[in-house]
């Protein structure tokens, strides 16, 4: 049985779900957009895409997404349709649309993380720094 990953803060979330992730390339690129996209407010506890089992293992529950990203702004909702498609590896309808629609950084972000699922190209990396000053 789930439950809402409300214990955790965000840093530990961030771990456990890199770590959930890590050996599907397109899994650890929407878990990294998720993470680093908006200032990692997707990855706060409590978020309902977020889950925890009974082993105590966070994970995305990405099929939630779609069912709370009305409450979002347009570009935000645009992010998580992006980590929804890349998770569930659903195709999107209007890609060019969205990448008109990111600031520099994030467009920076998505190209990095579109990169990383496309071929694991290692850790996602590009010149800009995330909101915690990190490198991507």
């Not at 992730?21 to 929407?30: D, F, I, V």
């Not at 349709?81 to 994030?106: N, Q, R, T, W």
């Amino acid at each position: 049985m789930s439950r809402t990953a409300s214990a955790a803060n965000g840093g530990e979330i961030a771990t456990e779900l890199r770590n959930w992730a890590r050996g599907c390339h397109s899994t650890e690129a929407a878990v990294e957009l998720l993470i680093r996209a908006c200032g990692g407010r997707f990855v706060e506890p409590g978020q309902p895409w977020l889950r925890t089992d009974d082993r105590g293992i966070t994970w995305l529950d990405a099929q939630t997404i779609a069912l709370y990203s009305h409450a979002v702004s347009s570009g935000e909702r645009h992010i998580l349709a992006l980590v929804e498609a890349l998770a569930l590896g659903k195709s999107l309808e209007d890609v060019g649309g969205l990448m008109a629609s990111l600031d520099p950084y994030h467009l920076r972000l998505v190209l990095a993380v579109l990169r990383h699922a496309g071929c694991g190209s290692g850790p996602i990396r590009n010149s800009s720094r995330d909101s915690a000053g990190e490198s991507l």
